[in-house]
């Protein structure tokens, strides 16, 4: 069997080392290893993006990395968009607008979108069916999924302005979230 | 769905990439950003006992413009094409290509030259790098030698790709200015491969052709340089008759795979229809 390796990386902020063959997938690493079961395994041939993680500030599918290339690296899961107990703009407006059903394919939509909105704040009807297109849902037809990343979106942008209007705390979320 | 078993080597430099090469031999394999290759690994295709990962070799990345050139560092990912503003201005044609290959996630990790090098005729880079005249840096343990895209691919997953040498550079000849260029892809979804598809780059002198470089993807056992077709366009003025028989000589060279994306004779004619499509938006782009 090939030799075991240490691999050190972030994990919602917090610093994980694992020792994994260098075969195993990151997603497996995730689910198996780290209990970070949001990230789903719906095809495992890099079609679906249900396996969808923030790695290094790029949207990957965990299916088609292996952890031994994640040395040093910053990952953000499902289980990181939440901060302090309040949902992130995603999840509510996922909720809000009904941009699931059955559900399995959510975790990857929100984590994509994540990165989709931190690259293009406001992005067109074209533009969130371009950048979300490698994430297949079979239940909602889509429709709910771009008016669920357009609400985050206008959500998003109020939490921008809101401290300077009302001089309230900034709510501004960090590039990498940190657990609560 | 996991690859057998390997032992992961992530050298800092392509001398050390190559040295590793040399002293792993023929089991090893070079990886870039893996969306091909690791997924023939899960599926058993492929079952190298090393891998070495080109990932962590910064001089291996980058866009830059020297003396005319433009150099592409061949780990580039497709997202840092697409992003590029010297791309953008100076040779759009590669951003229109990268934006047609698979979805999002696999853009920001696929990378233009295991595109290159992975000597799938599906794969989109090589005709865009045969149209745009490109050539390809291949470096080993005795130097390096450039060979132009149009000799680089001998067949399905065969390439002059030999034992120990790694390709590090993309070169492109900036194009001149008023260059009109398209890449027409015809696909069922995204992140499918191209039933068929067309690169053209075109330089027109008032309705005349100047120049014209014409190359086709996934109808062949490697992407083909229609070079009849190039011909025939050559001096002429650009009506429907000339497109027609550019069209028609571009389809006499294919030779498809009849698989779900069609039977031979549909792909052979979507090759037509993509040659035509890519040949009038080039002329349209182009600055008489």
């Not at chain 1, 993680?53 to 965990?62: A, E, G, Y």
């Not at chain 2, 989109?124 to 149209?131: E, N, R, S, T, V």
């Amino acid at each position: 069997m090939a030799a075991k390796q240490t691999v050190s990386f972030k994990l919602n902020g917090k610093p994980v080392d694992v020792v994994v063959e260098p075969r195993e997938l990151l997603i497996h690493t995730l689910r198996e290893r780290l209990a970070h079961t949001g990230p789903h395994i719906g095809c495992e041939t890099s079609h679906c993006g249900a396996c969808t993680v923030d790695l290094d500030r790029m949207s990957v599918k965990s299916c088609t990395v292996l952890t031994v290339q994640c040395q040093g690296a910053d990952i953000v899961t499902i289980e990181g968009m939440e901060q302090g107990g309040a949902l992130h703009a995603l999840q509510e407006a996922f909720s809000e607008q009904h941009g699931l059903q059955c559900g399995y394919c959510t975790p990857g939509m929100v984590t994509r979108a994540y990165r989709l909105l931190q690259e293009n704040p406001d992005p067109t009807e074209e533009e969130i069916r371009m950048g979300m297109s490698g994430n297949l849902c079979r239940c909602t037809g889509y429709q709910n999924i771009v008016k669920a990343v357009q609400a985050a979106a206008l959500k998003l942008a109020a939490a921008r302005e809101a401290p300077r209007k009302v001089a309230a705390p900034a709510p501004a979320r960090e590039e990498t979230p940190t657990p609560a | 769905m996991i690859p057998r078993e390997f032992e992961y080597h992530a050298p800092t430099t392509v001398a050390d990439a190559i040295g590793l090469l040399h002293q792993l031999g023929e089991d090893a394999k070079l990886i870039a950003g893996g969306h091909s290759l690791l997924p023939m690994m899960k599926l058993r295709f492929a079952q190298p006992s090393h891998l070495v990962d080109l990932g962590r070799v910064p001089e291996l990345k980058g866009i830059r413009e020297e003396g005319g050139t433009i150099r592409i560092g061949a780990m580039t990912t497709e997202a840092e094409l697409i992003n590029s503003p010297l791309l953008q201005a100076k040779c759009p044609l590669l951003v229109e290509g990268a934006k047609l290959i698979a979805d999002p996630q696999v853009r920001y990790k696929g990378t233009v030259g295991g595109d290159i090098a992975h000597g799938d005729p599906g794969n989109d880079h090589p005709a865009l790098m045969i149209a745009l005249r490109a050539s390809f840096v291949l470096r080993s343990a005795t130097g390096e030698r450039v060979v132009a895209a149009e000799n680089f691919f001998r067949g399905t997953y065969d390439t002059e790709l030999r034992a120990g040498e790694i390709l590090t550079e993309i070169r492109i000849p900036v194009p001149a200015i008023g260059t009109g260029a398209c890449y027409a892809k015809l696909k069922r979804k995204v992140g499918d491969f191209a039933t068929a598809a067309a690169a053209v780059t075109l330089r027109m002198q008032g309705n005349k052709v100047q120049e014209a470089a014409i190359a086709l993807t996934n109808v062949g056992a490697t992407p083909l340089k229609a070079t009849a077709a190039e011909e025939s366009l050559r001096g002429k003025a650009l009506d429907d008759a000339a497109i027609a028989e550019a069209a028609r000589l571009a389809m006499s060279i294919c030779d498809p795979v009849q698989d779900q994306r069609g039977d031979v004779e549909y792909k052979t004619a979507m090759a037509g229809e993509m040659t035509q499509r890519a040949i009038r938006t080039a002329a349209a782009r182009a600055a008489n």
